[in-house]
């Protein structure tokens, strides 16, 4: 009983957090763009995700005629649903899941997420959302590579998988492994610069343009969601645990809308080279650099 309720409360506290980080988003880009972000639906605009919720739950589904009806509408649930399993992992008073394997958890719910993507754009049998969608994949088993050598990094300095004794200012003693671990987070999470599985000028909004109302929504949640976790994580493994966890997942929060509003997309090819080329063999180097430095320290300690 008490799993099923931390389950609930941590449901929907994502939910309500992901409507008003949207809010969020809009008013600092509007400030960006030297303008006023939502602000006549309720005081401050307040009530605006509750606006744009229920117009998105209550328009009309169309389902195109020609697209593999089961998959178009199971996949958008398996995209929410990966998002919000991802939360499981968070450490809290309460333990909802106690997860002693946290960090490989992770890694097999961001490896199983490409799915709902790709399925998405295949089932809508749309050659733009299978366009997006391939790119998508592309890109996220790509950037992967680099996020479990980045994880394999902490594990070897830690010597746990469980995220509760990740209580340490990572950042202070791997601030490059620190930068490429949230660019490539950007990666991830198809965000500016990287958002090339939803790039409109090319593909009309990519991998989700047949689809609308609800499930629609449930790809809008997943995405924002997994974009608060992904931030909550680099607070969590690089700014010191759980001090002023609020604050640091607020404030990584405004950087990746910072970038979205200031930074041009990248190059397709470039996107591709910086994975490959630049942040595989630094992330491999960077592994075997602490993997080393821990076997000394550890042959040094049993010396004495």
Partial sequence: MDFILVSVVL???????????????????????????????GLFGLMQPFADGAKLFLKENVVPLMSVRLTFFISPMVILFISLFLWSVMPNFWYSVDHGLGLLFFLCLTGLSVYGLIFSGWSSNSK??????????????????????????????????????????????????????????????????FDFAESESELVSGFNIEYSSFLFAFIFIGEYSSIMFMSYLFSLIFLGG???IGVKTLFLMFLFILIRGTLPRFRYDHLMYLAWKVYLPFTLNFLVYYVCVYSYITSYLMFW
């Fill in 242 to 244: 759980n001090i002023l």
């Fill in 11 to 41: 449901f929907v506290s994502v939910l309500l957090g992901v409507g008003f980080f949207t809010l969020f988003e809009r008013k600092i880009l509007g400030y960006l763009n030297n303008r006023k972000g939502p602000n006549k639906v």
């Fill in 128 to 193: 733009y959302s299978i366009l997006g969608a391939y790119r998508g994949v592309a890109q996220a088993i790509s950037y992967e590579v680099s996020l479990s050598l980045i994880l394999l990094c902490f594990v070897e300095m830690s010597m746990s998988y469980d995220l509760e004794f990740y209580n340490y200012f990572f950042i202070v003693i791997m601030p490059f492994i620190g930068v490429v671990w949230f660019v490539t987070s950007l990666a991830e999470t198809n965000r500016s610069p």
